[in-house]
């Protein structure tokens, strides 16, 4: 798996709210020299405010024409235009206890550095909206995100994480790789 991960050029993450999908892309990004894109922070107007579906499909589409990304976040309505170009999708699929805890931390306890896949004027908040949102996920859009990609052709990787420890492990060997690259 790892050395599929060093020679990808384009990397999806979607996953369950609060699962790190935006540290995750930075984090790869970084170690891949690849360009990261944050959906929230490209569909949101400042105070949360959705931006025009036009607008907002045809940007999705200009990024995911590129040649090397790593995009992060769900937003089905634009899901296949990202899957048809994605050579793995990185799923954090996280069970809803764990999803709930991550947005409760992530709501109560201050944030030490400003969110990079937040839009300017978009500040988090205490929402019971988002927490439910986040409860129901497993029952809802986890749904959904599996019949997205069950889509996926035979030449695409989907890397499914479902524990914290999990991901560590990825992320040590993938750090590993790149750094032998280098």
Known sequence: MVEIASRLQRLLIVGSPAAGKSDLAQ??????SLPVHHLDALY????WVDQNEERWR????KISAEERWVIDGNHLNVMPQRLARAQAIFWLDYDRIETT???LSRMILPQP??????????????????LTFAWN???TER?????AL????ETQVVIRVQRSKDLRYFMDRFKTRFKSKA
Not at 27 to 32: D, E, N, S, T, Y
Not at 143 to 147: E, I, Q
């Open 27 to 32: 984090r790869i990004g970084l170690m891949a």
């Open 44 to 47: 949101y107007r400042p105070g």
């Open 58 to 61: 045809e940007t999705v589409e």
């Open 101 to 103: 805890k991550r947005v």
């Open 113 to 130: 550095m400003p969110r990079l896949d937040l839009a300017e004027g978009c500040v988090e908040s205490w929402s019971v909206d988002f």
């Open 137 to 139: 996920f497993v029952d």
């Open 143 to 147: 749904k959904l995100l599996d019949v």
């Open 150 to 153: 069950a889509a996926v052709n």
